[in-house]
């Protein structure tokens, strides 16, 4: 899939490119959609997304960052398609009034246009006797917020704080279900629609352990994996054998039913579970883990929840490499708004990664070297596979340098 030119320099600046890995007809049909340019004759949707982006990719922690970092080439401005840089007042009205669902509607629908690159491209951990299966990765990540600044983000009586409740596939690595909600909802209740299409197996942590949801998977023919609660009571009904010569983490499987009045009152009592007793070395401690599925090994019963690490990996991802811990805006829309672009920026970057860069290119290393050259006219081959921390002598500069007839004209004498 070629989706870069290979060469060192372009007439492009790095964001620019970046920018152009979204289709346009993608950009027209969503802000079409949501008539986000309706009225706006200056900073349309296309504008606040190249500045938000910008801030994401140049880690800016506030819009006069933003607007600075844009205002310091007249040349730059022109590269990347804006007519001017934005000022920090017209920013904080398009984060206050230009509704969030045009990015989010963005990021979805690049996910589904790149959806068989990225699954083809992504490097995961294949369960053999599941590998053609569709896993999905439950999880949610807690931000917290000043309640007196963000006071819509109610989390406690003092505090205030935001939760994405997410849906990671792991055929692409990417989140195919984000919400955004107070802190305070549970992770139970945190998406709309906690069940999938048949045959998906649904691996989540012990926050999502509840009767009625794992009544309405069973009935959905949804393959839950998750860890069971300490206090649940259940019978054992059967043992089952395990092999003597591999496998030594599993201590036991059995099959179970629960026999609590909750359980019996909801129905999955009349369910047949299974629950599998995995050793943890690292952590020296028993995962207990339940699941509705009888016939798989218990191998695969816990590879299935070892692969819950991997969205973690994800938020991790997020938190340390773009802006979803400090927001440019108070308002929920601002905050949204943010967060959807982080992960248009997260998803290209991924592309990025897949498609360009060397199978050793971690990346972390592959956002500081974006960061770096963001406002440079190099290809992204160059940036990724060719850029190296190693000494280099000084040359005569190209003729088109980024401030060419800009705000180095004139050198004034410094006073001694």
Not at 195 to 222: C, P, Q, S, W
Not at 237 to 244: S, T, Y
Request: proline share 2%; hydrophobic share 35%; glycine share 4%.
């Amino acid at each position: 899939m070629a989706l870069f030119r290979r060469s060192k320099n372009t007439n492009i600046p790095l964001l620019r490119q970046i920018f152009n890995l979204i289709p346009r007809h993608i950009f027209r049909k969503v802000v079409l959609r949501h008539q986000s340019d309706k009225g706006c004759h200056k900073y349309k949707t296309e504008d606040q997304f190249l500045s938000l982006s910008f801030g994401q990719l140049n880690k800016c922690h506030s819009l006069s960052d933003i607007s600075c970092g844009l205002s310091v080439s007249s040349t730059f401005l022109k590269d990347v398609y804006l007519a001017q840089s934005p000022a920090k007042s017209t920013m904080s009205d398009g984060n206050k009034n230009r509704d969030y669902k045009v990015f989010e509607s963005l990021y979805y629908e690049l996910l589904r246009y790149y959806r068989n690159s990225l699954k083809s491209s992504h490097q995961t951990h294949v369960i053999d006797e599941i590998k053609n299966l569709n896993i999905k990765l439950v999880d949610s990540t807690t931000v917290g917020l000043c309640l007196k600044l963000f006071d819509w983000a109610k989390f406690r009586t003092a505090k205030g704080g935001i939760k994405a409740h997410v849906s990671l596939d792991d055929a692409t690595g990417l989140p195919d279900i984000v919400n955004i909600t107070e802190a305070k909802v549970h992770d139970r209740y945190g998406l709309e629609n906690n069940v999938f299409g048949k045959g998906t197996i649904v691996v989540e942590d012990r926050g999502y352990f509840d009767f009625d949801l794992m009544l309405a998977r069973h009935i959905a023919d949804n393959v839950f994996v998750t860890r069971i609660k300490t206090n649940t009571k259940y019978e054992t009904l059967e043992e089952k054998n395990l092999p003597d010569d591999k496998d030594q983490e599993i201590l036991k499987d059995e099959i179970i039913k629960l026999t609590s009045d909750k359980a019996e009152k909801t129905g999955i009592a009349d369910v047949k579970l299974r629950l599998v007793h995995v050793y943890k070395e690292d952590q020296n401690k028993v995962l207990e883990i339940i699941t509705n599925n009888l016939d798989w090994s218990a191998k695969t019963i816990a590879d299935l929840y070892k692969k819950r690490w991997d969205i973690e990996l994800f938020f991790k991802a997020m938190k340390q490499n773009l802006q979803i811990k400090s927001f440019l805006g108070t308002s929920e829309n601002a905050v949204k708004s943010q967060i959807f672009v982080a992960l248009i920026c997260y998803l290209l970057l991924q592309l990025i990664k897949r498609f360009y860069c060397d199978n050793k290119t971690a990346f972390s290393n592959l956002c500081e070297k974006i960061r770096i050259c963001l406002m440079h006219y190099l290809t992204l081959d160059y940036i990724c596979n060719h850029l190296k921390p190693i000494v280099k002598k000084a040359k005569i500069p190209p003729e088109k340098t980024l401030f060419n007839e800009d705000n180095f004209s004139y050198q004034g004498i410094l006073p001694l």
